[in-house]
């Protein structure tokens, strides 16, 4: 069944990578399925916007050991209206014309082992958006009803987009990082896209954040969204000893690392307090952890990976950004500004995040 209310059009925009690291090509003419088309459980969204997120990059380039599906639609920050529901769909937890976000998880089991312990990010038989099945870089995309998100009606849709992943993501590894209120969280890469988010979570959480970072402009802005310290890497002599010093000299409890740098993880295990816990986020190309073991196990160090988040994760996320704790700082840019915006992130210029504006 599709919308009264929207009319589905054959073809649409859409972004196109190929082949692996293939220049992106933008079609007119890209098909749209049709409402008769979708099978029971699929749903069809009609994207506002979609964010830009490193990882589409990584999958573009074909940077990890697993590969993208061929010709790929990347995009997994997507925000948009239900315009149709496969026929003999039962018990859809979302309506037509209701505002909903697709995620990087586009499809769970929701029965293996993974799924019923929450760890739905891990199913065996996953799906994710943009990299196994295409993305949100288009007009129209093609869920699944059971896993699409649902958007407090309060936030508005390009505010929403990278709290989808970015947001979801630092959230769930702060949820992950052992720490109470009170607690000292480090976030390295603090004033960056995922870091920023980080920075506004914990605070909501009731965390004291020393913020890593460089730079006049992300040390304002890391206070300004929460942070009690700031250390510019740059500017330090010793990185370590200025987290003790912030820490009550025995280092925090927790370090959120989104960086693709090993140093940055080896350093945490320096810094980090008796029993603390050091969170991987983040899936860089090709980067290993070099933690040493002496002082991992005669500091009771807890090392963890964060990956994404689970259906309920993404709906706390966005409750949180819709009271107004958390705010994303990004720009819109038209389908077209694509391959430059992954320019510039593989050059490390992008400040916040970029949103594609899908409709015009
Ligand atoms: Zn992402
Ligand atoms: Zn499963």
């Known amino acids: 069944m599709s919308s009264p209310n929207f009319v589905i059009p054959k073809t649409q925009h859409a972004a196109i990578v190929e082949s692996t690291g293939a220049p992106l090509k933008i079609k007119s003419d890209h098909p749209v399925k049709q409402p008769a088309d979708l099978l029971p459980g699929e749903c069809l969204v009609r994207l506002d916007c979609s964010g ?21 639609i990347g995009g997994h920050e997507g925000v948009g209206i239900v315009v149709a529901i496969g026929a003999h769909t ?25 799924c019923r312990k929450g760890l739905e990010q891990s199913c065996l038989n996953g799906q994710y958006s943009g990299f196994s099945v295409d993305g949100t870089f288009s007009q129209y995309v093609v869920s699944w009803v059971s896993h699409v ?46 870091g920023h988010l980080a920075v506004q979570y914990a605070s909501a959480m009731g965390l004291r954040v020393v913020a890593i970072d460089t730079g006049a402009e992300k040390r304002d802005l890391c206070l300004k969204l929460g ?32 960086a693709a740098t090993s140093q940055a993880y080896k350093q945490a295990i320096d810094y980090l307090r008796m029993g603390g816990t050091l969170v991987v986020v983040g899936l860089p190309a090709k980067a290993s952890l070099d933690a040493d073991i002496f002082f991992t196990v005669t500091k009771s160090i807890n090392i963890v990976g964060s990956y994404v988040g689970n259906r309920q994760d993404a709906r706390e996320a966005l409750d949180i950004a819709s009271r107004g704790k958390v705010k994303c700082f990004y720009v819109v840019k038209p389908l077209s500004a694509l391959a430059e915006t992954y320019e510039g992130l593989e050059q490390g210029t992008v400040v916040g995040r970029v949103v594609l504006n899908m409709q015009n």
């Open 227 to 258: 942070a009690e310290v700031f250390i510019d890497f740059r500017e330090t002599k010793d990185l370590v000893k200025d987290i003790k010093a912030a820490t009550d000299g025995l280092g925090p409890h927790a370090a959120v690392v989104t």
């Open 149 to 194: 998100t649902p958007i407090p009606e309060n936030l508005p849709s390009t505010e929403a987009a990278s709290i989808l992943c970015a947001g979801v993501t630092v959230y769930r590894a702060l949820k992950n990082s052992n720490t109470h209120i009170g607690d000292w969280v480090v976030l390295p890469g603090a004033g960056g896209g995922l």
């Open 52 to 72: 830009v997120c490193h990882t589409d990059l990584h999958a573009a380039k074909g940077d990890w050991p697993i590969k993208a599906k061929l010709p790929l």
């Open 90 to 114: 039962q018990g859809s937890p979302v309506k037509l014309g209701e505002r909903v976000g697709i995620k990087w998880l586009a499809y769970s089991c929701l029965d293996c082992e993974m």
